[in-house]
């Protein structure tokens, strides 16, 4: 089976050229800020310094390789392969994690949603606001007051999220949770493709972990 490249989007970027400071010089690789200021460390794409140009290259690429895999296609899809799926909807907090996959090294669980500082920052193809810095681990005080007024996240949740510090407790927020805690997970089979939809966007190595257990 093939793959295109937009399968592990949560830890990849078409800005294939790296992210840079205004002056010329690399972002910080910690926490993607030049000078301590997130809004300045932005990613170039390969057309570079017109954003048109790079989205422009980047379309034909995909283009151009899924024509590649369509022209070199050696095996037909029949419908006697059969058609088949199944659907089910997930409480993720209540979905357990061995200690082999939890980086604590012990039995772990989901958590209620919950958005941190780094959501804040952005990502160098999007920077967020100066305030914030990928990577953070401690709240600002400052923030810690507006977070109490917002929705104030109890000691289960803080424990469940650690290290991220919360700062929209998306999950719990009252009336209405602005995130749900039940999603919808599917595998849909045509013959011997086989697709994975899930509500979520997996880094790489997930994405790997996930093609290996379906195939």
């Given at each position: 089976?093939?793959?295109?490249?937009?399968?592990?989007?949560?830890?990849?970027?078409?800005n294939t050229?790296?992210?840079?400071?205004?002056?010329?010089?690399?972002?910080?690789?910690i926490?993607?800020?030049?000078g301590?200021k997130?809004?300045?460390?932005v990613?170039?794409?390969?057309?570079?310094?017109?954003?048109?140009?790079s989205?422009?290259?980047?379309?034909?690429?995909?283009?151009?390789?899924?024509l590649?895999?369509?022209?070199?296609?050696?095996e037909?899809l029949?419908?006697s392969?059969?058609?088949?799926?199944?659907?089910?909807?997930?409480?993720?907090?209540?979905?357990?994690?061995?200690?082999?996959?939890?980086?604590?090294?012990?039995?772990?669980?989901?958590?209620?949603?919950?958005?941190?500082?780094?959501?804040?920052?952005?990502t160098?193809?999007?920077p967020?606001?100066?305030?914030?810095?990928?990577?953070?681990?401690?709240?600002?005080?400052?923030?810690?007051?507006?977070?109490?007024?917002?929705?104030k996240?109890?000691?289960a949740?803080?424990?469940?999220?650690?290290?991220?510090?919360?700062?929209l407790n998306?999950?719990?927020?009252?009336p209405?949770?602005?995130?749900p805690?039940?999603?919808?997970?599917?595998?849909?089979?045509?013959?011997?493709?086989?697709?994975?939809?899930?509500?979520?966007?997996?880094?790489?190595m997930?994405?790997?972990?996930?093609?290996?257990?379906?195939?």
């Amino acid at each position: 089976s093939h793959y295109g490249r937009e399968a592990n989007a949560g830890d990849v970027t078409p800005n294939t050229l790296g992210a840079f400071c205004p002056d010329n010089t690399p972002c910080d690789r910690i926490t993607s800020t030049c000078g301590g200021k997130t809004e300045l460390c932005v990613a170039r794409g390969p057309g570079y310094p017109d954003q048109y140009k790079s989205a422009e290259i980047i379309g034909r690429n995909q283009a151009e390789m899924a024509l590649q895999l369509y022209a070199s296609a050696t095996e037909e899809l029949l419908a006697s392969d059969g058609v088949d799926f199944r659907h089910s909807w997930l409480d993720m907090p209540q979905l357990n994690v061995t200690a082999k996959w939890s980086g604590t090294g012990k039995d772990e669980h989901l958590c209620i949603a919950a958005l941190g500082d780094s959501f804040a920052a952005g990502t160098t193809d999007g920077p967020g606001v100066n305030w914030f810095h990928q990577h953070e681990t401690m709240n600002s005080p400052f923030w810690e007051l507006i977070v109490k007024y917002i929705e104030k996240p109890g000691p289960a949740q803080v424990a469940c999220q650690l290290p991220k510090p919360i700062i929209l407790n998306v999950g719990q927020l009252y009336p209405m949770p602005w995130a749900p805690w039940i999603l919808p997970l599917q595998v849909i089979r045509i013959g011997r493709v086989v697709n994975a939809a899930y509500p979520g966007e997996p880094t790489t190595m997930s994405g790997r972990r996930l093609r290996n257990t379906i195939v």
